[in-house]
Nanobody
Framework: QVQLVESGGGLVQPGGSLRLSCVAS????????MAWYRQAPGKQRDLVAL???????RYADSMRGRFTISRDNSKNAVYLQMNSLKPEDTAVYYCNQQISPNSGQGPNYYWGQGTQVTVSS
């Protein structure tokens, strides 16, 4: 059983910053890709940023230069540093991790519960 717990969301003024965290726990052998997605009301869930096991990163165009994804493999954690936040960044942010529970089993994708980020003055 694997669980992802997110933290760090909240209310911030335009131009402000937030740092999201997501920690995986449970039966974990290896973690491959880690990612953050977001979903605004009435919209689909979209990729924000992704980081591979070796550390290669990929960002959605609108976040590049403002958001930074990082990971700490020793803590099974992924982070999202969000700077220069805009009202249009308001959404529920979800963590996603590709986790293999043991050496003989392929990876599955796991989701966190979501954390609300609201950018408003």
């Amino acid at each position: 059983q694997v669980q992802l717990v997110e933290s760090g969301g909240g209310l911030v003024q335009p131009g402000g910053s937030l740092r999201l965290s997501c920690v995986a726990s449970g039966t974990i052998f290896s973690i491959y890709n880690m990612a953050w997605y977001r979903q605004a009301p009435g919209k689909q869930r979209d990729l924000v940023a992704l980081i591979t096991q070796p550390g290669t990163t990929r960002y959605a165009d609108s976040m590049r230069g403002r958001f930074t994804i990082s990971r700490d493999n020793s803590k099974n954690a992924v982070y999202l540093q969000m700077n220069s936040l805009k009202p249009e960044d308001t959404a529920v942010y979800y963590c996603n991790q590709q986790i293999s529970p043991n050496s003989g089993q392929g990876p599955n994708y796991y989701w966190g519960q979501g954390t609300q980020v609201t950018v408003s003055s």
